[in-house]
């Protein structure tokens, strides 16, 4: 199954930024499309950004368009998340997963957007 661990989440004012990584420990990463999701309180689980495994094709939420940006470097079995343009409405924990997400989930890393 291999591990999740995302990292780079915390406390930002709104129209601030944040970068989130996330290190991936199974053996196909570069083979695999990737996503990151978030859960808000209160709130299902949804998809925000996705990238296909070689990095060249990336889709995004309409929630997000324009201000998130999601890449990955296969060589470090790494997968990112800038976030730029924040909105307290981004306020969730963001996880990391295969798309569709057949990984066992990480813990997540919160992300607190302030008004």
């Known amino acids: 199954q291999g591990q999740l661990v995302e990292s780079g989440g915390g406390l930002v004012q709104a129209g601030g930024s944040l970068r989130l990584s996330c290190e991936a420990s199974?053996?196909?990463?570069?083979?695999?499309?990737m996503g990151w999701y978030r859960q808000a309180q209160g709130k299902q689980r949804e998809l925000v950004a996705r990238i296909s495994s070689g990095g060249v094709r990336t889709t995004y939420a309409d929630s997000v368009k324009g201000r998130f940006t999601v890449s990955r470097d296969n060589a470090k079995n790494s997968l990112y998340l800038q976030m730029d343009g924040l909105k307290p409405e981004d306020t969730a924990i963001y996880f990391c997963?295969?798309?569709?997400?057949?990984?066992?989930w990480g813990q997540g890393i919160q992300v607190t957007v302030s008004s």
């Open positions: 997963n295969a798309n569709p997400p057949e990984r066992r």
């Open positions: 199974f053996n196909d990463f570069s083979f695999t499309p």
